[in-house]
């Protein structure tokens, strides 16, 4: 993936994509993401949107078009997608389809430290973590079936693919859970987990 793809951000894609339909100003940018859940999967404040939407501009992805006043409201710039800024778009967006990335997850970070819990404190927090994955599937299941009543699949396909992700954690995560409570996942607390020698034999097969 080119280092430009890795560098912009959900929120940055999230723009340059809305104002692909049609130029719009910050406020009914962010409007807009929340209308369609994009809040979901990108970190969405005014703050961020609003630097994001400098940054953007100052690389000439997008440029302001005109200024609407309305009553006693701050006046708002409408920014409108370059040529460039559609390029970019396009770029990206096929090659984050197409390359998988390298992703840091806490859940990954809690997995390989879980050896410094007891067994029954590990499978104690994964059967809350399970519920808390099954609670989140269900309500975006629930916000996937209303959008469908009014919007075409390929328009929610997103949360399509969250779902399933959640899902498949959940049961991932319950079977996990099972195993440390019925003894088959062997387990060792600290320094006898396994890690140790784990850590020496890549240690040596490195050098």
Known sequence: MSE??????????SILELLDEHPMHPYELASTMRERHHDE???????SLYHTVDALERDGRIEPVEREKEGRRPER????????????????VGEILAQPRREYTHFAAGLMFMHH?????AAEHLQHRAAALGAVAEKLTRIKDELLAGHKRLAIIELEHK???????????????QEI???????????????????RKHGSSAN
Not at 117 to 121: C, D
Not at 188 to 193: L, M, N, T
């Open 77 to 92: 710039t409408i920014y409108h997608l370059t040529d460039s800024g559609r390029d970019l778009l396009l770029r990206v």
């Open 117 to 121: 819990l007891s067994s029954a404190q």
């Open 41 to 47: 999967f990108i970190r969405l404040n005014f703050g």
């Open 181 to 199: 409570r019925t003894g088959k996942l062997e387990w060792a607390v600290g320094i006898d987990s396994g890690h140790q020698g784990l850590r």
């Open 4 to 13: 430009v793809a890795t560098e912009l951000s959900p929120l940055a894609l």
């Open 163 to 177: 779902i399933a992700m959640l899902e498949a954690e959940g049961n991932w995560v319950r079977h996990l859970e």
